[in-house]
C-alpha cells in the first residue's frame, strides 16, 4: 500500500512538472501564477482579450507576456518591437500556425492557406495568390473596386439604412469578382449569399474559446449522435459550405471561360497555365482563401470608417473640404491618392482606431527560443497583440482618441509616424498579402462616400441626437454592431454624380 501511495505521488509531481513547468523555470516570460495541471485555464480573458494582454504587460512590466493553458505555451507580444524582433527578424521558426481543430479538421477548412501551417503548401498556395495580386498589379482589382464602390453609393441613396449590409455586398462583390472574374448581381446574388453561408462558419469558429474541441482535441472523436456533440453537427454544416464555395464559383469560371465571356481574374489567368488536376486544386484553395480573408475584414473596417465620420463631424467636414477642394465636383478615383493627404490619414486612423484583427493571426514557434533572457518553449502559440501595440502611448499619443492629424505634417503624410499596417495586417512572413487591395478598397470607398453623402447622428422623436453605442461584436475580427445614422446625399449635385457614376 505504502508502495502504491508513493508511486501514486510521483506520478502527480511528475505529470505537474511535465504539464505545470512555467513557474519553475525562471526562463520564462513573466504572467499570471496559474494552479497546477490545468495552469492559467481560469485566468484566460473570454472576450476583448487584447485588453487582458495588455494590461498584463503593465502589470508584469514586460512587452511580452506568457501564459500556459493546461500544458499549451502561449506568449504574448505587446510591442511592435517584440513583434518585430520575433516575427519579423526570426520568422524562420515563428511562422507556423497553431492547430485549430474546428476549423480545419473537423469543418473541412484545411485547405485555406492562412490556417495552414508553415509549410510547402502554404508556400505553393502563397505564391499564387501574390502572383496575382501584387500591389502594382492595379489593373486587377482596382477598376472593381471602383465598379462596386460606384454600386454601393447608389445603394446608399436608395436604401440608406441597412448600410452595413451594402458595404458587405460590396466587398464581397469585389473579392469574388477579382477572384474568379463572375459579374456579381446587385441584389441577392447566389455567389455572395453562398459565400456568406460559407464565412458563419468560419466567424464562429475563430471566436477564442467557442468550441471547447480547440482546446481538448481529443473531443473530435465524440460522434455527432453523443448528447451535447452540437459542435460536430455544426461542422458537418460547415464542411458542406465550405465544399459548395471552393467548387460553384470555380466552375462558373470555368463555364464563363468556355464561352469565351471571363473577365480577367486570378482564377481565369491561372487557368490559361495549366489544367493539371494537382493545379486545378491548388487553384480551388486559393480562390477560396480570397473571401473569407477579405470580406468580413474590410467591411469591418469601411463600417468603423461610417462610424467615425458619424462620430466625429469636424474630422468628416474637413475630409469633405478637401476633396471639394481637390475634385472639383468629380469622384475620387484610386489615381488622386498622392493630392488627398488628409483622406489617406482617416484611412489609417480607422485602422488604427478599431483593429479588424486585435491579435492578428496566432503563429506558432517551431523551435525553442530566447528572447531577452526568456525561453519560448517550442510549440508556444505566439500572439502579436496588434491592438496593443497599435494603441501604444510612445506611438500614438492619446491613443482612444480619432485623430487622423496624428499621421500629418505640413498637410502631408509624415513618414516618421509608424504607419499602422506594420501591425493592423499582421505581421513576418504570414502578414496580409491583401493589405493593398483592402486598403484601397477602403480608400476609395472612404472617399466617394464623403464626396457625395452626408453622414450625421439620427435624432429621436424629440429632435435629440441619438448617439451611436460604439459597440463592436468581438472575436478573431471584431464587426461594428447596427447603429443608426443618417445617410443624405450632401446636395442635388451629388446625387447627380453618383447617378451618373453608376452608368
Ligand atoms: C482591413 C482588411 C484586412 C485586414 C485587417 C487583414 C488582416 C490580416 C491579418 C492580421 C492576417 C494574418 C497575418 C499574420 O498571420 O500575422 C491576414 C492574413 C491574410 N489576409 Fe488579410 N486582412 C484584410 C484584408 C484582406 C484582403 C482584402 C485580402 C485578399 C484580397 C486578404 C488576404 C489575406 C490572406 C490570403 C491571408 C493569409 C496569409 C497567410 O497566412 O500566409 N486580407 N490578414
Excluded at 39 to 45: A, E
Excluded at 418 to 424: L, M, V
Excluded at 445 to 473: H, M, W
Aim: a neutral charge.
Amino acid at each position: 500500500m505504502f508502495w502504491e501511495i508513493l508511486a501514486f505521488i510521483l506520478g502527480v509531481t511528475i505529470l505537474a512538472r511535465y504539464l505545470y513547468p512555467w513557474r519553475n523555470s525562471p526562463l520564462l516570460p513573466p504572467g499570471p501564477k496559474g494552479l497546477p495541471l490545468i495552469g492559467n485555464l481560469f485566468d484566460m480573458p473570454s472576450s476583448s482579450e487584447w485588453l487582458t494582454y495588455a494590461e498584463w504587460g503593465k502589470k508584469y512590466n514586460s512587452e511580452i507576456v506568457y501564459a500556459n493553458v493546461a500544458g499549451t505555451s502561449i506568449v504574448i507580444l505587446n510591442s511592435a518591437y517584440a513583434a518585430k524582433e520575433l516575427l519579423e527578424k526570426r520568422s524562420a521558426i515563428y511562422s507556423s500556425r497553431p492547430r485549430l481543430v474546428m476549423l480545419t479538421e473537423l469543418s473541412g477548412w484545411a485547405f485555406a492557406f492562412a490556417l495552414m501551417p508553415y509549410n510547402d503548401a502554404w508556400k505553393a498556395r502563397r505564391r499564387i495568390f501574390q502572383k496575382h495580386f501584387y500591389p502594382s498589379n492595379t489593373d486587377i482589382y482596382q477598376p472593381l473596386e471602383t465598379e462596386y464602390v460606384h454600386q454601393l453609393l447608389f445603394k446608399l441613396l436608395e436604401d440608406p439604412k441597412p448600410f452595413l449590409e451594402h458595404i458587405r455586398h460590396m466587398v464581397g462583390s469585389v473579392a469574388l469578382s477579382i477572384t474568379y472574374g463572375i459579374k456579381i448581381h446587385t441584389f441577392n446574388d447566389p455567389f455572395i449569399n453562398l459565400a456568406e453561408r460559407a464565412m458563419t462558419g468560419v466567424s464562429e469558429s475563430l471566436v477564442a474559446g467557442a468550441f471547447l474541441v480547440d482546446t481538448i482535441p481529443v473531443l473530435k472523436y465524440v460522434p455527432e449522435w453523443f448528447p451535447g456533440a452540437t459542435f460536430q453537427r455544426k461542422a458537418r454544416n460547415n464542411r458542406k459550405a465550405a465544399k459548395d464555395i471552393r467548387c460553384l464559383p470555380f466552375i462558373e469560371t470555368q463555364k464563363e471561360m468556355a464561352s469565351g465571356s471571363v473577365a480577367p481574374s486570378l482564377i481565369s489567368l491561372s487557368l490559361q497555365e495549366s489544367n493539371s488536376e494537382e493545379y486545378l486544386d491548388l487553384l480551388r484553395d486559393v480562390g477560396t482563401q480570397v473571401y473569407v480573408a477579405a470580406a468580413d475584414t474590410t467591411a469591418s473596417s469601411v463600417g468603423s470608417f461610417i462610424l467615425a465620420m458619424v462620430c466625429f463631424p469636424d474630422i468628416k467636414v474637413k475630409a469633405q473640404k478637401e476633396l471639394d477642394h481637390v475634385l472639383n465636383g468629380r469622384l475620387p478615383e484610386h489615381n488622386d491618392m498622392q493630392s488627398l493627404p488628409y483622406l489617406s490619414a482617416i484611412v489609417k486612423e480607422v485602422l488604427r482606431w478599431q483593429v479588424v484583427t486585435p491579435m492578428a493571426v496566432p503563429h506558432l514557434a517551431t523551435e525553442d527560443d530566447t528572447y531577452n533572457g526568456y525561453h519560448i518553449p517550442k510549440n508556444s502559440i505566439v500572439i502579436g497583440n496588434s491592438w496593443a501595440i497599435l494603441h501604444d502611448e510612445a506611438d500614438y499619443p492619446d491613443p482612444h482618441s480619432f485623430r487622423p492629424e496624428r499621421f500629418l505634417k505640413d498637410d502631408k503624410i509624415d513618414p516618421f509616424v509608424k504607419d499602422p499596417e506594420e501591425a493592423a495586417f499582421g505581421f513576418g512572413r504570414r502578414m496580409c498579402p491583401g493589405r493593398h487591395i483592402a486598403q484601397s478598397t477602403l480608400w476609395l470607398a472612404a472617399g466617394c462616400i464623403l464626396t457625395c453623402f452626408d453622414l450625421r447622428k439620427a435624432v429621436d422623436s424629440n429632435g435629440q441626437e441619438i448617439e451611436p453605442s460604439r459597440e463592436y461584436r468581438l472575436g478573431g475580427i471584431i464587426q461594428p454592431l447596427p447603429f443608426a445614422c443618417i445617410i443624405e446625399p450632401r446636395s442635388k449635385e451629388s446625387e447627380q454624380l453618383l447617378r451618373t457614376a453608376l452608368i
